[in-house]
């Protein structure tokens, strides 16, 4: 899928130098290194540092005003960084901005359009600063208005055009000239379910073709579409991996339903190795239990309700229910995102360094959390 | 200058499908017209002419109507190129597209010049009646409109800074017609300084003594030195503030 540029412009960077050599760029797609960006004395980045392989659907999350769109605008050359690197499937996004430029499509947050122009004029105008050369601007602009749904609005004002239409034409213009990064800033914000699922459908089929980093604040949008998250709070890095990695990060709970005494059930639960403290409530006669169960993901778990019900089994408790749920990625979020004391970037690690990126993020978000701590 | 030939088609396109362009347009040549009528009936009244006191030198060089209302129209002409894009956001697509910023400054102002000369060009018409009832020498003609160009030329970049500059639309138009206003003003200082540094300096930027000048066919090279100047430091600026937001 990656094409190689025609004459790339000798880079001193060391960390290429290996790629270069052997006459083939391996780098990932995008490589953010050490990013920081700050508008006056607020940091709205903070020493941001994570990589996307070609060929991911990579989600990007964090609540409102954690630094998401910023980082996307960083990453679309829009904004410049106060410090730290971004590469663009290998090159800079400062130095070789042009190559750069020319590998990514961005669709910015609400999606800005010329309201007195034709759709199909638009993107014609888009296709010809994107240098889609004359003889093939006509059906590339066509193809896009296809993958996008729009053929029946390719006539169409765009100021007429609702909110859905013309975020799909923001996504059209992002798919000109097919490039292979395609980095979507909150694509289904402001669209009604119906859209939402249309959208959701077509990054989906976009994801064949495209490395895709689309931003949101809305959980369910990441697990319909993608397979990769990195969570952000605060403009830092809290979290990066596969969604099960991430939703793992919670702690599963199990839920038991119970008749008998509640001193033994205690002494009970107290016997099986890990479980969390439980919490107890009467309710008539049956004991009501929660308590979290040890290790992280829901295979050790799994082992753990084994060893609870068999306990309880030996003391002759009435067992009337066993649940078990795994952390909501919900749940997770909120726990990522809302405390900031807590040392971060303890996620899997796993796909920074398969990308040969340093693996400083991790220590990063620790120095900038000790920072903050001093800071209070 | 990759972008620089897609931005002022666009840029051309956008300025005429907007009532406000063929609002101003109507209007300046309602102004341009009456001026030249007055002129017209005044001549008619005299019974011979000087060989560089005729009605075409008189409608380039000795009234003010004729650039009093570029004061208007060139602020107006150009307060939306970058207010706008910024305001509704389209700045961002456009400059993450691969265009470099020169290129999309230069292919906005190609444009507002464009538009600025096709707002004159029913003007020539003027020239055309004269002609038919009198003698007209076309050189001069020619060097009046290339001083209306290159004034314009000057103003309209003036004018692409501020909106480079500022916040709004009409903080862009109050600013660059404040701006034309006061080198124009400055001009005019050449008939109120005594003689000295001041006075050869407002000679010097004076709009005024240029058309004076270039009407009755005196092109001099550095009143063109000076109205290129005009020009390319404003650009400047604008290239800057462009590459700067970026920055902020």
């Not at chain 1, 097919?178 to 989906?204: F, K, Y």
């Not at chain 2, 480079?164 to 050449?190: D, H, K």
Request: glycine letters at 10%; a neutral charge.
């Amino acid at each position: 899928m990656r094409r190689r540029p025609p004459a790339a412009p000798p880079r001193s960077s060391p960390g290429f130098a290996f790629a270069r050599r052997s006459g083939k760029r391996i780098a990932p797609m995008i490589e953010v290194v050490h990013l920081s960006k700050s508008y006056g004395a607020i940091a709205a980045v903070h020493d941001l540092s994570f990589s996307v392989e070609a060929g991911q659907v990579v989600g990007f999350l964090g609540p409102n005003g954690a630094g998401k769109s910023t980082t996307l605008r960083i990453l679309a050359g829009f904004l410049g960084a106060s410090s730290g690197k971004v590469t663009i499937a290998g090159f800079d996004i400062v130095d070789e901005r042009h190559e750069a430029l020319k590998r990514l499509g961005y669709m910015p947050e609400t999606s800005p359009l010329y309201p007195e122009m034709k759709v199909r004029e638009y993107l014609s105008f888009r296709a010809e600063l994107k240098d889609v050369l004359r003889s093939k601007r006509r059906t590339e602009v066509g193809r896009c208005l296809e993958l996008a749904q729009l053929s029946d609005m390719a006539e169409m004002v765009i100021g007429h055009l609702s909110k859905g239409y013309r975020q799909r034409v923001g996504i059209a213009d992002a798919l000109l000239a097919s490039p292979p990064l395609l980095i979507l800033d909150e694509p289904t914000a402001g669209l009604d379910p119906n859209q939402i699922r249309e959208v959701r459908a077509l990054i989906g089929s976009l994801g064949e073709r495209h490395t895709v980093l689309l931003s949101t604040h809305i959980l369910s949008e990441v697990e319909a579409s993608c397979s990769r998250a990195i969570v952000i709070a605060k403009g830092r890095l809290v979290a990066e991996g596969s969604i099960d990695a991430i939703r793992g990060r919670g702690r599963p709970e199990v839920r038991l339903v119970v008749r008998g005494d509640e001193a033994v059930l205690r002494k009970a639960l107290g016997a099986v190795d890990g479980l969390g403290s439980p919490a107890i409530e009467t309710r008539g006669e049956l004991l009501h239990a929660t308590a979290t169960l040890p290790g992280e993901g829901l295979d050790d778990a799994d082992q753990a309700v084994e060893q609870v019900v068999a306990s309880l089994a030996k003391v002759k408790l009435g067992v009337r229910s066993v649940t078990t749920s795994a952390a909501s990625l919900e749940e997770v979020f909120a726990e990522l995102t809302g405390k900031d004391d807590r040392p971060p970037g303890r996620s899997s690690p796993a796909p920074v360094a398969a990308s040969g990126a340093p693996r400083g993020s991790d220590e990063g978000a620790r120095r900038a959390g000790a920072a903050e701590e001093d800071a209070s | 200058m990759r972008g620089l030939f897609p931005i002022f088609k666009r840029e051309l396109f956008a300025h005429f499908v907007t009532p406000l362009a063929w609002v101003a347009m109507t209007a300046f040549l309602l102004i341009q017209g009456l001026h030249f009528f007055l002129i017209v009936q005044h001549f008619a009244g005299q019974l011979d002419l000087s060989a560089d006191a005729g009605p075409v030198q008189t409608y380039f060089g000795q009234t003010m109507m004729l650039y009093l209302p570029l004061l208007f129209v060139c602020p107006v002409l150009t307060m939306r190129l970058f207010a706008e894009e910024r305001r509704s956001g389209t700045i961002e697509p456009l400059l993450t597209a691969p265009v470099d910023t020169a290129g999309v400054v230069l292919g906005k102002y190609l444009a507002v010049v464009v538009i600025y000369a096709v707002m004159w060009l029913p003007t020539v018409l003027y020239m055309v009646l004269v002609g038919r009832y009198g003698a007209v020498d076309w050189n001069v003609v020619a060097s009046g409109y290339l001083a209306v160009l290159a004034i314009g030329a000057g103003y309209l970049a003036i004018g692409t800074m501020t909106s480079a500059l500022a916040r709004s639309q009409l903080a862009a138009a109050l600013t660059s017609a404040m701006a034309i206003m006061g080198l124009f003003m400055l001009g005019v200082g050449e008939f109120i300084f005594p003689e000295g540094v001041g006075r050869d300096l407002a000679g010097h930027v004076s709009a005024w003594a240029q058309m004076n000048d270039f009407s009755r066919g005196i092109v001099d090279s550095r009143r063109l030195v000076f109205d290129a100047t005009v020009v390319a430091l404003p650009l400047f600026v604008t290239v800057r503030a462009v590459d700067a937001w970026r920055l902020e």
